[in-house]
């Protein structure tokens, strides 16, 4: 059986992404989770538009899809801090 130490190594050099959200269309939990944001902020952006349309499947009835580039595109775009805390 490994070690604590061999464990804790082995998680530090896991990837940063899970395996469930690999993907490039991602289900909004799996977006939410991608920005690193709470459901409830991510449903609060995507209600005010401030979030990027969410992709059509066809011939699909299922939940929305985000394209994760898109979803790199908008965190991207979002403003800098200065140093004093401000925008």
């Known amino acids: 059986m490994p070690s604590v130490a061999d464990r804790a190594s082995a998680l530090a050099d896991a990837p940063i992404l899970s395996v469930e959200i690999a993907g490039l269309l991602l289900t909004v939990d799996e977006a939410a989770r991608y920005l690193g944001l ?14 990027p349309q969410p ?5 699909s009835n299922s939940d929305d899809r985000y394209l994760r580039a898109d979803l790199d595109e908008w965190a991207r775009a979002l403003p800098q801090r200065d140093a004093g805390g401000t925008r």
């Open 38 to 51: 709470s459901l409830s902020t991510f449903h609060r952006l995507k209600k005010h538009g401030h979030l």
């Open 55 to 59: 992709r059509e499947l066809p011939g």
